[in-house]
């Protein structure tokens, strides 16, 4: 059974990987999201229900969810001058475990960061 689950997980991580044409450094972070969207899911196994529907009594919200590796503009927190651009082109790649918001990947400064 855990093979089977573990096989599911990496056939939608190749599928998201193939689809966004995602450098392979990010498989990672794709496994994350790929575990965070399962858990959102309804499983026929309980009950047609979700695992977040069984711990907490409620169904989860979607209104968050994004659409993985798609550009998106984020705001720049400190510019290194007064007129430089204060939005940086970025592309969403998760979403952080202790952080309420978005992991980004700034496409100009190569770093990750939460917004």
């Known amino acids: ?9 990496l056939i939608v991580v190749w599928s998201l990987l193939y689809q966004s044409n995602l450098p392979i450094r990010f498989w990672g972070d794709c496994v994350l999201v790929v575990i965070y969207l399962i858990n959102d899911l ?9 695992p977040f529907q069984l711990l907490y009594n409620q169904f989860p919200s979607v209104t968050h969810l994004r659409i993985f590796y798609r550009l998106c503009y984020a705001i720049v927190n400190n510019p290194k001058h007064r007129f430089d651009p204060r939005i940086g082109r970025c592309v969403f790649i998760g979403y952080p475990p202790n952080h309420k918001g978005y992991k980004l990947y700034d496409l100009e400064d190569n770093t990750i960061f939460f917004q």
């Not at 309804?42 to 979700?50: E, G, R, V, Y």
């Open 1 to 9: 059974m855990i093979e089977r689950k573990r096989r599911h997980v």
């Open 42 to 50: 309804p499983s026929p196994i309980l009950s047609d229900k979700t």
